[in-house]
Nanobody
Framework: VQLQASGGGLVQPGDSLRLSCAAS????????MAWFRQAPGKEREFVAA????????IYADSVKGRFTISRDNAKNTVYLQMSYLKPEDTANYYC?????????????????WGQGTLVTVSS
């Protein structure tokens, strides 16, 4: 599976932004999809994940209520709608795909990764 993330940029605190990740190469709906992020000097951390069929999603506590993950299997694309952005959301955001038996927050369960897209939240 090849993944291409896009949509990052510079926004102000409180703004919204939508990231997209386009997939190609395999049957998209067979994969759980996730977003992770990595801030400068910090380890990569889980943000959100969605099951292959889109029925189940899970979120990190730090983004719950502000971020929404969704997918369009007809377009082979997963999205991350981010609202009420904070400076601490600044990071490179990565999309990832997993064929593990259930949707998971665990980094090593994701075998395919896209390149990062940078989100900077600053006034």
């Amino acid at each position: 599976v090849q993944l291409q993330a896009s949509g990052g940029g510079l926004v102000q605190p409180g703004d919204s932004l939508r990231l997209s990740c386009a997939a190609s190469g395999r049957t998209f709906s067979n994969y759980h999809m996730a977003w992770f992020r990595q801030a400068p000097g910090k380890e990569r951390e889980f943000v959100a994940a969605i099951s292959g069929g889109g029925r189940r999603s899970i979120y990190a506590d730090s983004v719950k209520g502000r971020f929404t993950i969704s997918r369009d299997n007809a377009k082979n694309t997963v999205y991350l709608q981010m609202s009420y952005l904070k400076p601490e959301d600044t990071a490179n955001y990565y999309c990832a795909a997993s064929d593990y038996f259930s949707v998971t927050t665990t980094t090593f369960r994701y075998d395919y990764w896209g390149q990062g897209t940078l989100v900077t939240v600053s006034s």
